[in-house]
């Protein structure tokens, strides 16, 4: 199982390369050196299960989460690319995609973002990072986020699954989004979706979160 993974939210002109980069390290590359690892004597024993905890943000991008965001659609790649070899030698590989999840790790992510310098960026930026992607999320979270019990206990089952599947997601409520950037291969459905519900109808969502 593969866990490992920092976060990393806020306007993109105010976060370093060099941040950046350790970031992708870890949620990254931290997942190839463990299958590097594992994968080649599950081949000789021609079995074995990798799971790797992924986001629903490897499927989608979120206002304001480029880097993670990023480092999702990385993990996501790398285990698409690499399931049709593995499943050769019987090996499978599982994607468990949470949505948000209430641990500590979001509530020093959040703290951190609300004590940051903006001063690199815009204030038009600034501020719609700090007045309405901020006070969102934390609606976001209130409502629909999970327990890290919630999810062990996906987890567990992607394990035990006697056919694991290669992709699943921990949360009901992403469904709808997933399904309308398939609708639509252009991406134009999906980012006017999200364009009206961060900028147009902001107090809709809020409220209908709560």
Known sequence: VSNAGVGMAGP??????????????????????????????MKRRRGGHIVVISS??????????DIYSASKFAVEGFCESLVVQALRFN????????????TEFETK?????????????????AEIFTKLYLRNSKDVFTSLGQTPEDIAEHTLRVIEAARPPF???????????AALKHADPSGTLITDAFYKLVFKYDTVLRFGLR
């Open 56 to 65: 629903i943000m490897g499927l989608q991008g979120i206002v304001f989460n």
């Open 12 to 41: 993109l002109e105010c976060q370093s390369l060099a941040a950046m980069q350790s970031l992708m390290d870890t949620n990254f590359f931290g997942l190839v050196r463990l299958v590097k690892e594992v994968l080649p004597d």
């Open 91 to 102: 090996v499978a590989i599982s994607l468990v995609e949470p949505g948000p999840v209430m």
């Open 167 to 177: 992709r699943h997601q921990t949360n009901v409520a992403y469904t709808p989004m």
């Open 109 to 125: 992510l959040y703290e951190e973002a609300e004590r940051a310098d903006y001063s690199r960026t815009d204030p038009e930026t």
